[in-house]
């Protein structure tokens, strides 16, 4: 493997989520108390379960002030096949509400992109509503940089 | 090797994989809605680098993305509002830039790729931003715009666009260019601050390293005013300004002597570059 | 708010064609977290609210939280049957309302 400076980052990442999970395993979808909460208000009460939503950010983003990130759940958005909403929390933040995305038939695609305030490195989670009523998570983590002397 | 041994020491120590590391600029072509952009280029003359290289090389990809698309690109915003600017009137006189001037698309075509220019008048190198200065209080009777004042970056943003792609190129044998590029590659390698750092320790010899998580580009300035992730739309002596604090040294004043040669120098250190304003830069 | 709202919209399309549209405006997001020179905390405002319709029907709409960057960006899609007009609309927590109009030719 060569030894990129984004290869030798991952490799770390990945040592320590590898010793988090060893020392406190977590469950996959903890999220704080805050967001947890939230999310249980979104759905209802239902867990969310894995799959169908997918959230597209970058592993490190270069400041925390303007992250791209992309939500999608792939359906043919028309008749039972459609996407209610989709809710963005960043776990890290002082308040973890992002944005709420609400679609409809007219939207052709349940697909939005948009630019997101990160405080710290933190997970950013995706929740899908879909018209039934079922739920769905993604969650990335989001290494956010410390800029040179400046910061 | 080096780097290999230095990544294992990193990960061996579990300190940041940043310390000591290199990370090259990246392989990668810039068209901004079908023109194109010369990022890397062959150095002038008397270059201390072989090769200039853009800012926008040393950046992650999801940022150079975002300067791919004049849409997507939030300096534009910036343009726009320059270019309303622009069509104002302001000042005794009645006049717009654009009494005089009609269109920007025109009239400004190359400015931003060969400013600062010699001024007679002042016997000095004058940018973009005292230009505007020297039309509103000469021209238009007008007071001249402060510092990032009332749409200064704004006006100067919209002026350089109007040069996007094309080549920076400075004419040093106008007046006495000449002695100002030699002030200002003596205010470029003056180790300053608390710090004790010169703008040449990190945009020269430690160019390409990482300083914490940030990648360390040539510090180049045909992006000016640029839209930085972190603060908006930036002008270069706010940023000449920004660097020279963070060394923890006194800061020369905007448009001052010291750095208005060193506008001239660095501008000329970036020759063959084609201009980028607004760039998207971390 | 002195910068008009920035809207792409592609001129034409076929009919149920999924088309992409994004959306940049000019807005601080002053998320309330942050404090001025005297230490007193800075009030928030920020758009709460952007919506796009397409002849009265509501196409997309995103509910804001302060996290959004300064700037509101948005990139979605639409499909639509017939031609018509697309209108944009972004709410201010100090209740100002910023519009935006596009139309769109459908074949």
């Known amino acids: 493997m060569k030894l990129t400076r984004r290869n030798v980052l991952g490799l770390s990442v990945g040592a320590a989520a590898f010793t988090i999970a060893g020392i406190q395993a977590r469950p996959a979808s903890a999220a704080t108390e805050a967001t947890q909460k939230s999310i249980m208000d979104f759905t209802g009460g239902a867990e969310p379960a894995a799959g169908k ?27 039972d096949d459609l996407v209610a909403s989709i809710v963005v929390f960043a776990d890290g933040n002082p308040n973890p509400a992002v944005a709420t995305f609400h679609f409809s038939e007219m939207s052709g695609a349940a697909l939005a992109t948009t ?22 998570m993604d969650k990335k983590q989001v290494k956010v940089t410390i800029g040179g002397c400046g910061g | ?46 270059h201390p680098f072989d090769e200039v290289l853009s800012g ?58 060969s400013f600062p220019k010699w001024d007679a008048d002042s016997q000095k190198p004058i940018n973009v931003e005292l230009q505007i200065n020297k ?34 190129k400075l004419d040093l044998s106008e007046g006495e260019m000449q002695s100002w590029w030699d002030k200002g590659k003596d205010v470029y390698y003056a180790r300053t601050g608390q710090l004790n750092l010169a703008c040449a320790s990190c945009h020269e010899v430690a160019m390409g390293k990482m300083i914490r998580a940030d990648h360390l580009s040539q510090g180049q300035v045909n992006g000016f005013p640029t839209y930085r992730l972190k603060s908006g739309l930036t002008s ?37 570059l084609s201009v980028e304003t607004p760039a998207v830069r971390q | 708010m002195a910068s008009k709202p920035r809207i792409k919209v592609p001129k034409s399309a076929s009919a149920g064609e999924v088309i992409t549209i994004k959306t940049l405006i000019s807005h ?24 796009c319709a397409f002849e009265g029907a509501t196409v997309f709409e995103c509910d804001l939280d302060p996290a959004i960057s300064a700037n509101p960006y948005f990139e979605f899609n639409a499909k639509v049957a017939q031609s018509g007009t697309f209108k ?16 769109i030719e459908v074949k």
Not at chain 2, 147 to 159: C, D, P, S
Not at chain 2, 261 to 270: D, K, P
């Open chain 2, 1 to 46: 090797m080096k780097r290999l041994l230095i990544a294992g020491v990193a990960l061996a120590t579990g300190l940041a994989a940043t310390a000591g590391a290199i990370a090259d600029p990246v392989d990668d072509t810039l068209e901004i809605d079908g023109t194109p952009i010369v990022t890397r280029t062959a150095a002038p003359e008397g």
């Open chain 3, 28 to 51: 601080e997001m002053e998320s309330g977290q942050r404090k001025d020179k005297e230490g007193n905390p800075i009030p928030r405002r920020i758009i709460n609210k952007f919506t």
């Open chain 1, 53 to 79: 939503v997918s959230l597209t950010a970058p592993e490190i983003a270069e400041n925390g002030n303007t992250v791209p990130v992309t939500v999608s759940v792939d359906s043919a958005m028309e008749g």
């Open chain 2, 56 to 113: 926008w090389l040393f950046r992650e990809a999801e940022t150079r993305d975002v300067s791919r698309d004049s849409f997507e690109n939030p300096g534009m915003i910036a343009v726009e509002d320059g270019e309303t600017l622009w069509n104002t009137v302001m000042g005794s006189e009645g006049k717009s830039c654009a009494t005089c001037h009609d269109d920007a698309a025109v009239s400004m075509k190359g400015v931003g790729a």
């Open chain 1, 115 to 136: 630019r997101i305030r990160l405080a710290k490195t933190q997970d950013v989670i995706a929740v899908a509503k879909m018209k039934d009523g079922s739920v769905f």
């Open chain 3, 88 to 103: 944009f609309t972004w709410v201010d927590d100090d209740g100002s309302v910023y519009e935006a109009e596009a139309p």
């Open chain 2, 236 to 272: 270069l002596h706010q940023r000449f300004r920004g660097c020279i604090r963070d060394t923890r040294a006194e800061q020369p004043k905007a448009f001052s002597d010291d750095l208005m040669a060193l506008e001239t120098y660095v501008t000329w250190r970036g020759t063959g």
């Open chain 2, 135 to 168: 039309c509103l209080t000469e021209q238009m009777g007008a007071e001249a715009i402060g510092f990032n004042k009332k749409g200064q970056r704004e006006l100067t943003a919209y002026i350089k666009h109007q040069s996007l792609g094309m080549p920076v």
